[in-house]
Structure formats: C-alpha cells, structure tokens
C-alpha cells in the first residue's frame, strides 16, 4: 500500500518510519524539506509539494503542529485541495479543534474525496513503537480501509462518528493531561519545599491509586530539570486553549484547566515552549513566598 505523509515533526517522523519498516511505500513531505532525508535513506520517496504527495497516492496523513498548519497544507497554493478528488483518501492525525477538522472534511469532499480526523494519544515513544491510540471520526469507509495502517501506527483505533468526535475527544483528553501535569509539578515542589525527598513521593505515588504512566515516566527527569521534548510544552498549551474553547462553546466551567493554562502560557512567555511539556514545573519551582 502507498501511503503519502506530510509533516516530519517529532510525531511524524516516527509515524512515517514505523510505516516504512513494516512494508509501506511512503512518499514523504515536509515544510522544511531538508528534513525528509533520514526517512529517504530507509527507503522514502520525497513529494516536492502537498499537492504531489496526494497525487501519487491514494491515501495521504498528515501529522502538523496546530490548525494554522493543518488549514495551510490543504488549502494554500500547491496543497492537497488541488489533487484531491474521487478515490483520494486524506487523513489528518493533528490535533486541531472541531471546526479545522469540519472545515477540511467539507473542502476534501466536495470534490469527491473522502476524509477522516485522526488525532492520536500517547507521545514520540508510543509513535516509534507503534503503540498509538487512534481517534479517528468522519468517513467510515476510509476508516476500514486504513486498518491496515492503523494497525502498525497503533495498539488500538476507535471510531467515535462523525467528523468532530475524534477532535473534541483528543482534546478533553489532553485538557485533563495539562492538568494533572500541572498538578504533579506543584506536588512536586510542595513536596520538596516542605523538607520531603521527592523521589520518596514517586515511589509512594506509584503505589496508589493515583499511580500513573505519566509520573512515573516524566517524574525522575523533572526532578533533574531534564525537559527533552517528547510532547513539546508550545502543543501542550495550544491543546488547553482549544479544550478551553470548547469549554466556552458549551458553557462548561473548567477553573482547574484555565489555572493550568496560565501556567503553560507563562512556560511559552519564557521560551520553554520547544521543551517538554513537563517544562511547566520550571514556572511552578519559580514561585516563592
Ligand atoms: N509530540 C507528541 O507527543 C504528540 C503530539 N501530538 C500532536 O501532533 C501534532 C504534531 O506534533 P509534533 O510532531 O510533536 O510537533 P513538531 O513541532 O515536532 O512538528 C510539527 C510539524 O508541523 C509542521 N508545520 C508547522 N507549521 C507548519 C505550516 N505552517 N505549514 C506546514 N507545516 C507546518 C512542521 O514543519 P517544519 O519541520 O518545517 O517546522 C513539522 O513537520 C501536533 O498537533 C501535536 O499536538 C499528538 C500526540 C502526541
Ligand atoms: O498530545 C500529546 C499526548 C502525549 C501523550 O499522550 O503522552
């Protein structure tokens, strides 16, 4: 099967080798192009355009930073809208908001091609070890027939219906995310401020009820102040202003989620937005009485 992808950011990087090494043709595009080089030395093809990638295959991903790109590689001059058309597949796996998603579905298949959101959870291990969670929404004809796909990208897809679903799920998701972690960094330096030993409350913590991937993953490089960015802190805070947007839009009182992204807000204002999203304990160690 050929399968086109566009964006070779942390995610997609991962996504496109994880396809190539279990048997896919890939043709591979990138805005900044000279990044497409490692996948073409594991045996990837380079489409020198959007537009050229969706007209060599049948099915083409995309895996970009945030609406602004999603919106940009469809619609602008030699982008995926003009080779769209009947028997074209096109599958966004970035995580947008609802109406970036409605707005592609409506331009992708007006001309006859069929579109399906597919935003994914878990991070750029999970990406490289095929361990993905799917949420996928929208034509569920292309939804079958990218199982294939699916199945080396992921350990598990849903489809949640209608074009939309699959976003405002990533982003609830991704909300609760932002704010656990929030949370678990002022654990942290509470613990540490009131003469604790912190690495004693991972272990207490992972004992509990409240033990979790996240803190047991993240919590020894936060205490070392290693943010290697895994899940960059710029896409963590884009995803709580969108779920706070949908908060909005459906009267939900979120206070924990706005508090959170204050924080994340503040972590980007002092450019640790490239780093991990973990970074945000760094703003939360700053506070003093
Ligand atoms: N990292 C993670 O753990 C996870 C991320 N996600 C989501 O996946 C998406 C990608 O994340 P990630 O790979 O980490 O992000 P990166 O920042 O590593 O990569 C972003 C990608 O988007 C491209 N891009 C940015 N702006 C534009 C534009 N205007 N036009 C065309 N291309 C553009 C970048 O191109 P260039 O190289 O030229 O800058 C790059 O390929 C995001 O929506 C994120 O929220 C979802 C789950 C986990
Ligand atoms: O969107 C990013 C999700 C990161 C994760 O699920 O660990």
């Known amino acids: 099967m050929e399968v086109g992808f566009l964006g070779l950011g942390i995610m997609g990087k991962a996504m496109s080798m994880n396809l190539l090494k279990n048997g896919f043709k890939v043709t591979v595009w990138n805005r900044t192009l000279s990044k ?21 295959c049948k099915l083409t991903i995309a ?3 945030d609406p602004a790109a999603a919106l940009s590689v469809v619609f602008d001059k030699d982008g995926v809208l003009e080779q769209t058309g009947s028997g074209k597949g096109y599958i966004d796996m970035s995580t947008v908001d609802p109406e970036t998603s409605s707005k592609i579905s409506q331009a992708i298949t007006s001309k ?3 579109f399906l959101e597919a935003p994914v959870s878990g991070s750029k291990q999970p990406a490289e070890t095929g361990q993905l969670v799917i949420l996928a929404a929208g034509d569920k004809g292309l939804y079958e027939e990218s199982i294939p796909a699916f199945d080396v990208l992921g350990k598990k897809s849903f489809f949640l219906g209608q074009v939309g679903n699959g976003a405002k799920m990533k982003l609830v998701i ?3 995310m932002g704010s656990v972690m929030s949370a678990f960094s002022e654990g942290l330096v509470l613990s540490e401020r009131s003469g604790l030993n912190p690495h004693d409350l991972l272990d207490v913590l992972d004992l509990g009820a409240i033990a979790n991937p996240m803190f047991k993953g993240k919590g020894p ?6 943010y ?9 805070q884009k995803d709580m202003r969108l779920a ?11 206070p924990v989620a706005a508090a ?24 939360l160690k700053m506070t003093k009485d």
């Open 63 to 65: 895996m970009l930073s």
């Open 228 to 236: 290697s960015p895994a899940f960059p802190l710029k896409h963590q």
């Open 260 to 283: 959170a992204n204050e924080s994340f807000k503040k972590a980007r204002s002092m450019g640790l937005g490239d780093l991990d999203f973990s970074s945000v304990h760094e703003i």
């Open 112 to 114: 006859g091609g069929a």
């Open 244 to 254: 706070l947007a949908l908060g909005d839009e459906n009267a939900v009182s979120m």
């Open 36 to 56: 497409c080089n490692e996948l073409v030395e594991f045996g990837a093809s380079i489409g020198e355009t959007p537009a050229q990638v969706v007209k060599k």
């Open 174 to 176: 991704n909300m609760i």
């Open 221 to 226: 490089a936060m205490l070392k102040s290693n």
